[in-house]
């Protein structure tokens, strides 16, 4: 089966930094791009990252302000998510998704279960 | 922040038909494939559809996806008990190179 398991959520002080974990199996993920979505209590989701296959890739989105870097590590078929300087307003359930370039675009086709951050003094 | 609109909630009562609508702009639903995820209360969200209106392996029939210039459609065509749940159309934006969810919709089945 695809799974990807998301780890690394906890509850940390605004300022601070934190570093997320999502860990892939039942696929070749060195042949994946993968994501990194979010989603605050009762709100909708919002794309945070995208990193291409190799690494060598990387985008984020505009509100971001620099905070969040993706990486991974292939040969531990494992994607990151560092954020520094964290905010209130980064309090959210933290996905990782599996991307599949289609031709006709690319498709999240596989989302792990979540890990939750909360930030608060 | 999202780009894409889609009305916050809509109703049904089972076998009933219902569509949500996604409406963007020429850099995204325009110009990219949409598709549709589902998120039950308290999961992850899954899959619906992609590319506009093909659905994967093991989602029913009875829902499907459409595009009209910088609009998208999910249609459910014979409503049941276990769609309850929200609903988010997504797609690629050329503008941002970045991937923008719509404001979501939640479904109720009466």
């Known amino acids: 089966d695809v799974r990807l398991e998301e780890s690394g959520g906890k509850s940390e002080q605004p300022g601070r930094s934190l570093r997320l974990s999502c860990e892939a199996s039942?696929?070749?993920?060195?042949?994946?791009?993968m994501n990194w979505v979010r989603q605050a209590p009762g709100k909708g989701l919002e794309w945070i990252s995208y990193?291409?296959?190799?690494?060598?890739?990387?985008y984020y989105g505009d509100s971001l302000e620099g905070r969040f870097v993706v990486s991974r590590d292939n040969t531990k078929k494992s994607l990151y998510l560092q954020i520094s300087r964290l905010r209130a307003d980064d309090t959210a359930v933290y996905y990782c998704?599996?991307?599949?370039?289609?031709?006709?675009?690319?498709?999240?086709?596989?989302w792990g279960q979540g890990t939750l951050v909360t930030v608060s003094s | 922040q999202s780009v894409l609109t889609q009305p916050p909630s809509t109703s049904g009562t089972p076998g009933q038909s219902i569509t949500i609508s996604c409406s963007g702009s020429?850099?995204?639903?325009?110009?990219?494939?949409v598709n549709w995820y589902q998120q039950h209360t308290g999961a992850a969200p899954k899959l619906l559809i992609f590319?506009?209106?093909q659905r994967p392996s093991g989602v029913p029939e009875r829902f499907s996806g459409s595009k009209s210039d910088t609009s998208a459609s999910l249609a459910i065509d014979g409503l049941q008990s276990e769609d309850g749940a929200h609903y988010y159309c997504a797609a690629w934006d050329d503008s941002v190179s970045g991937y923008v969810f719509g404001t979501g919709t939640e479904v109720s089945v009466l």
């Open positions: 998704t599996r991307d599949v370039l289609l031709p006709s675009g690319r498709v999240f086709d596989t």
């Open positions: 990193i291409s296959s190799g690494g060598e890739t990387t």
């Open positions: 590319n506009y209106g």
């Open positions: 020429k850099s995204n639903v325009g110009k990219n494939p």
């Open positions: 039942g696929f070749i993920f060195s042949s994946y791009s």
